[in-house]
């Protein structure tokens, strides 16, 4: 047990510590999380309008100013993160599970099987995604989880294509041949001589596959694709370009903190996802 923790706790940490820039990833995405989980009982949202505090400054009691019903910006993006990160979450788990199986099956099966699958994605990949999406978005009454389902099944297609192609490499290689030769069967060597050699590459287009359903979330609820809620970046900033905040500066901070906030975490992902490459390949590490 003390071997397994070392090998795929200890050392991945020590490998990523070693990176300045993994080093932040890895904090910035630890912050983001523990905002989504623990921040809304640290940091309660207040609701009601306060309008003798309408468009304040950042301060020691309001860290970055308050918006147009006086209310405080920054309980509204810490409590906003768990509804972003969630659907982000899903949608990226989704998105790389139906890539995932239905790459490895295009290119492990080839035939027929390869046709089907690859004309699908064919005909998704040349339908502009976040079209489809509005479109969707209008159609289908959408909460947390209908959405994250529909931006998962709309998003698989490149990730499943550059799948095929690791399996197509892959089942090429001599320990593949090994396996067949001794009649282990097709689900022994998808399960356990294929996929883990793919899991470096899955495990950092999760977490792209993540930064890209925030970007398509925040925008649908940005166009008022999806129900508002309070706790939602999207809408703060669709709010805020609703009251004009662009164009005054006292009340700049009202649509520069969700749109700091997402950069934050994507900048936070990707370097982090970086850093994974080096875990996962030595050569990488210099």
Do not use: C
């Not at 983001?32 to 009691?61: C, H, N, Q």
């Not at 790459?103 to 089907?116: C, E, M, N, P, T």
């Not at 890209?212 to 609820?221: D, K, P, R």
Request: glycine share 8%.
């Amino acid at each position: 047990m003390k071997r397994v923790f070392r090998t795929f706790v200890v050392e991945p940490l020590k490998i990523i510590a070693g990176s300045k820039a993994g080093l932040a990833g890895f904090i910035g995405l630890l912050l983001y999380i523990s905002m989504a989980v623990f921040g809304p009982y640290i940091v309660p949202l207040d609701t009601r309008p306060k309008p003798e505090k309408r468009y304040l400054p950042p301060s020691w009691e309001h860290p970055l100013g308050t918006d147009f019903e006086g209310k405080d910006i920054f309980s509204q993006i810490i409590n906003g993160a768990r509804d972003v990160l969630f659907v982000a979450f899903m949608a990226g788990t989704l998105t790389v599970l139906i890539a995932t199986l239905l790459g490895s099956i295009a290119g492990f099966k080839g035939g027929l099987w390869d046709s089907i699958i690859m004309a699908v994605d064919e005909v998704l990949l040349t339908i502009p995604q976040f079209p489809l999406l509005s479109v969707l978005a209008a159609l289908v009454r959408l909460n947390n989880f209908t959405l994250a389902a529909i931006i998962g099944v709309l998003s698989w297609p490149a990730l499943a294509r550059a799948i095929r192609s690791q399996v197509l490499s892959l089942k090429e290689r001599d320990f593949i041949e090994a396996a067949r030769a001794l009649d282990l069967g097709t689900r022994h060597i998808v399960t356990v001589e294929i996929l883990p050699n793919l899991m470096p590459y899955i495990v950092v287009s999760w977490i792209l596959s993540m930064t890209g359903a925030i970007y398509s979330q925040v925008g649908l609820v940005f166009l008022g694709f999806v129900p508002f809620t309070s706790h939602n970046w999207g809408v703060m900033i669709n709010m805020a370009w609703t009251w004009g905040a662009i164009y005054y500066k006292t009340s700049v901070w009202y649509i520069l903190s969700p749109i700091l906030a997402i950069t934050g975490f994507q900048l936070s992902a990707i370097l982090f996802a970086r850093s994974l490459e080096n875990v996962f390949n030595p050569r990488l590490r210099g």
